[in-house]
């Protein structure tokens, strides 16, 4: 599948580097400013989905919460992109893009950091960590909005925009992909050979990791990391859950590590006299859509749009 892609995207950009009416205008991409706020709103879409991907499965897996609890748990996050949004766009009329931005990317590797070292201590690290990481979503998202429409030709904007918005789906893609990859990967490395002293017997070793591999699955059994009928005693699921956990913060970590890399570039070379004071493009820039793209697809919510009056 991953090679297929590969060839399909090359493809594509072959085919619209050789058309006289491209349906993406590659030439965009050579302004700095607008190529690094598309790469920056890939990979905080790429964070945060695969983000709200492993809290709910920790949530739900290692905590034992039903999914109604799951969603409820992780409102903090909506509630405060839904808080943030509508005040940021007049922010940045005050003091441009860059600080919010880069601000943003700040509390969103704080809150990342908060959750991967809050396991097994009280719920209310996830919580703040879940606002630290909706606060710094919102904060970003509409200031990169606004330096990459400051960047494009005005007959160009529309192309710009959707380009913009196709990466929502790509980052939260590739983000509930890669990252749950590398929860799965982890559990294929360490389970089975941790579980060797508590499960003797190879066969039952080998069936019991795989059915903890497969509840990585966000369509896994709900309430535990593995079913109890499957075990003759606690010590599996302790195991389990410790390395449960330990996938879900290597995960995070490498997160956090490509939002680090985004920061840096942005730190670099983000322009530092975007502003949009004396003009009303804060005031169109999508607030609506910084909130609906956060909590769309929320673990057990439907799919909300908050849009200004």
């Given at each position: 599948m991953l090679w297929t892609a590969a060839v399909g995207c090359a493809?594509?950009?072959?085919?619209?580097?050789?058309?006289?009416?491209?349906?993406?205008?590659?030439?965009?991409?050579?302004?700095?400013?607008?190529?690094?706020?598309?790469?920056?709103?890939?990979?905080?879409?790429?964070?945060?989905?695969?983000?709200?991907?492993?809290?709910?499965?920790?949530?739900?897996?290692?905590?034992?919460?039903?999914?109604?609890?799951?969603?409820?748990?992780?409102?903090?996050?909506?509630?405060?992109?839904?808080?943030?949004?509508?005040?940021?766009?007049?922010?940045?009329?005050?003091?441009?893009?860059?600080?919010?931005?880069?601000?943003?990317?700040?509390?969103?590797?704080?809150?990342?950091?908060?959750?991967?070292?809050?396991?097994h201590r009280s719920s209310a690290l996830v919580l703040v960590g879940l606002g630290l990481c909706g606060s710094g979503v919102a904060l970003c998202l509409t200031p990169i909005t606004t330096v990459a429409m400051t960047a494009v030709p005005a007959e160009r904007a529309g192309m710009a925009s959707g380009i913009m918005s196709a990466q929502r789906a790509i980052g939260s893609t590739i983000g509930f992909a890669v990252l749950g990859s590398v929860l799965a990967a982890w559990l294929s490395a360490t389970l089975e050979p941790h579980l060797e002293r508590a499960v003797p017997d190879p066969v039952q070793r080998h069936v019991l990791a795989e059915i903890i591999i497969d509840s990585a699955n966000p369509r896994a059994h709900v309430g535990g990391i593995v079913p109890r009928r499957h075990i003759e005693h606690r010590d599996p699921v302790a195991i389990a859950e410790e390395d449960f956990i330990e996938?879900?913060?290597?995960?995070?970590?490498?997160?956090?590590?490509?939002?680090?890399?985004?920061?840096?570039?942005?730190?670099?070379?983000?322009?530092?006299?975007?502003?949009?004071?004396?003009?009303d493009l804060s005031e169109r820039l999508p607030t609506a859509m910084t909130v609906e793209c956060a909590v769309s697809h929320m673990p057990g919510a439907t799919w909300c749009r908050l849009w200004p009056a």
């Amino acid at each position: 599948m991953l090679w297929t892609a590969a060839v399909g995207c090359a493809l594509f950009v072959w085919l619209e580097r050789r058309s006289s009416n491209p349906m993406m205008d590659l030439t965009l991409f050579r302004d700095t400013s607008y190529a690094l706020a598309i790469a920056t709103i890939c990979t905080v879409f790429f964070a945060v989905y695969g983000m709200l991907l492993l809290t709910t499965q920790f949530l739900q897996n290692v905590r034992g919460y039903t999914p109604s609890v799951t969603g409820l748990m992780i409102l903090p996050f909506s509630a405060a992109v839904a808080i943030v949004s509508p005040l940021v766009g007049h922010l940045v009329g005050r003091i441009g893009a860059r600080v919010p931005i880069l601000a943003g990317l700040c509390m969103l590797m704080l809150g990342l950091l908060m959750l991967i070292f809050s396991e097994h201590r009280s719920s209310a690290l996830v919580l703040v960590g879940l606002g630290l990481c909706g606060s710094g979503v919102a904060l970003c998202l509409t200031p990169i909005t606004t330096v990459a429409m400051t960047a494009v030709p005005a007959e160009r904007a529309g192309m710009a925009s959707g380009i913009m918005s196709a990466q929502r789906a790509i980052g939260s893609t590739i983000g509930f992909a890669v990252l749950g990859s590398v929860l799965a990967a982890w559990l294929s490395a360490t389970l089975e050979p941790h579980l060797e002293r508590a499960v003797p017997d190879p066969v039952q070793r080998h069936v019991l990791a795989e059915i903890i591999i497969d509840s990585a699955n966000p369509r896994a059994h709900v309430g535990g990391i593995v079913p109890r009928r499957h075990i003759e005693h606690r010590d599996p699921v302790a195991i389990a859950e410790e390395d449960f956990i330990e996938g879900i913060r290597v995960a995070l970590l490498v997160a956090t590590a490509t939002l680090a890399v985004v920061f840096l570039a942005g730190w670099r070379w983000f322009p530092r006299d975007v502003h949009t004071a004396g003009s009303d493009l804060s005031e169109r820039l999508p607030t609506a859509m910084t909130v609906e793209c956060a909590v769309s697809h929320m673990p057990g919510a439907t799919w909300c749009r908050l849009w200004p009056a």
